[in-house]
């Protein structure tokens, strides 16, 4: 036990707990606890899209591709960017028009209350799959910096983050992951210096082992219409398509940013937002990167066994070899990215469920709404999902434990259901005669087809959300022409 390190780790779970907390007051309504009464600046909301978009997969996980491999994962961030591009001119017009708490509010616009259901229902099972996965990579850490079992570090991480999700709403997620997200950044760039330091001759001697071993290899431009081809993970066309697909599903109609986008004062602090927020990104990722091939080198140069199984390498190193208290402020910078997503995922979910099941059949069409139904008791109720939703995760975390490697796990699990959520939006945005039998079948499909693919066949999960969105589009406009809907505007 280093108690130099364990102190700077508990005053920070400490602090970030009471700073989160501390929003409590500003919550009067469903407004400010699922959107921050949109009042929150565009520098704010971008660190929060960068914090949501990483997590603890991220730090550990990433280390670990370029130890094994290469810098080949940027070809997938630079998909990235093509999709930040397409969210801004083609979704968020359409989220801006009117007062919306949630992606699946448009859907209900589109086509109608069945596929609103449906699509935040994915969501829900998405996000909640995926996020146990993170949950999970949480305790890994946990366990190498206490000793503790799994089932005790994942209680100890969600516990502390419920807690200010529950009483701070999205304010509290906003500004911790700002707090949180500089956090993490800084430990990561300490830890690069320090890692470093362990080297005898530097970063010349770094370049002189890793580039030979092809580990600054980023672009692969191989192309071959081939079986092998779509089985390659990282290459540039699946980066870049692949990449593309993938972020436009998830910045694009998952509720978890969805609702970041939506908490910004007007479309274009949000498009703003969306856009700066991929170069923290690039940046982020790249050092993760080179981080791993570092390591690389120095467990090739020192002949010691890397730590099993892969994702303890970069933790484990860092709290064996850092100095007492630099060890704790990295640790305490992996655990911020962990909160800072595990507090969106759950104000997510609470919304999705308050807003797209709860509140909608409350006062769905023909039904009168309830006098009595207050803000304050739907605060109550959105609170209260929010605790149901921690110990979901809770559960999912604690059997996501033989799942393999985390970061793709994490990855995967999502890419599954993003085609045909994304396929579904696309059929809103860009038909006219497709309406909701059609969409519905189209969406079947692309989850039939997503899954096939996943459990069927070698196909890398890059290609999943590209296969599963055309699959979807297609049936889609098929199935509109055996269906003669009224399909709204």
Not at 104 to 114: A, C, I, N
Not at 311 to 334: E, I, K, T
Not at 389 to 401: D, E, K, M, P, T
Request: net charge positive; proline share 3%; glycine share 10%.
């Amino acid at each position: 036990m280093r108690y130099p390190d364990l102190a700077i780790i508990l005053l920070y779970l400490i602090g970030i707990t009471w700073f989160g907390a501390r929003f409590r007051r500003q919550q009067k309504s469903l407004k400010d606890y699922f959107l921050g009464g949109r009042v929150a600046p565009w520098w704010a909301i971008a660190l929060s899209i960068v914090s949501a978009e990483t997590s603890t997969l991220t730090i550990i996980g990433t280390p670990t591709l370029a130890f094994a491999g290469n810098l080949g994962f940027l070809q997938l961030v630079l998909g990235y960017l093509l999709a930040r591009i397409v969210i801004s001119t083609l979704f968020l017009p359409h989220y801006f028009r009117g007062e919306m708490f949630t992606a699946y509010e448009l859907m209900q616009r589109r086509f109608g209350q069945r596929i609103r259901r449906l699509t935040a229902a994915t969501f829900l099972v998405v996000r909640g799959l995926a996020e146990g996965v993170r949950v999970f990579a949480i305790s890994i850490v946990i366990s190498i910096i206490l000793g503790t079992g799994e089932l005790a570090s994942i209680l100890l991480i969600v516990g502390l983050t419920l807690f200010y999700t529950f009483e701070g709403g999205m304010t509290a997620v906003i500004w911790t992951d700002v707090v949180q997200m500089f956090l993490y950044i800084a430990g990561a760039v300490v830890s690069f210096f320090v890692i470093l330091d362990h080297i005898p001759g530097g970063w010349e001697h770094v370049v002189a082992v890793a580039a030979p071993a092809g580990k600054f290899q980023v672009f692969d431009f191989g192309f071959q219409f081939s079986a092998e081809f779509f089985s390659r993970t990282y290459s540039f066309w699946a980066g870049i398509i692949g990449g593309c697909f993938l972020t436009t599903a998830s910045h694009g109609t998952e509720q978890l940013m969805v609702q970041r986008l939506l908490a910004a004062r007007s479309q274009a602090e949000s498009r703003l937002a969306l856009l700066a927020s991929w170069i923290v990104i690039f940046v982020q990722f790249a050092l993760f990167l080179v981080i791993g091939v570092i390591l690389y080198v120095y467990y090739r140069d020192t002949g010691l066994a890397p730590p099993q199984p892969p994702d303890r390498l970069y933790p484990a190193f860092v709290w064996q070899y850092l100095p007492p208290g630099l060890a704790g402020l990295v640790m305490a910078a992996v655990l911020a990215a962990a909160m800072s997503n595990l507090s969106a995922a759950l104000n997510s979910l609470a919304s999705t469920t308050v807003m797209d099941f709860y509140k909608a059949f409350k006062e769905r069409p023909g039904k009168p709404t309830n006098p009595g139904r207050s803000e304050g008791s739907y605060l109550r109720l959105a609170r209260g999902a929010t605790v149901v939703w921690g110990l979901v995760l809770f559960g999912i975390g604690s059997l996501a434990r033989h799942w393999g490697p985390v970061l793709e796990a994490g990855l995967a699990i999502a890419s599954i259901a993003y085609g045909g959520l994304l396929g579904v939006f696309l059929l809103g945005l860009l038909t006219r005669r497709v309406g909701e039998k059609a969409a519905i079948a189209g969406m079947a499909a692309g989850l039939s087809a997503s899954i096939y693919v996943k459990f069927g066949t070698s196909i890398a999960f890059t290609w999943y959300v590209l296969i599963g969105t055309n699959v979807t589009f297609l049936t889609g406009c098929l199935a509109s022409l055996l269906w003669r809907e009224h399909a709204r505007d």
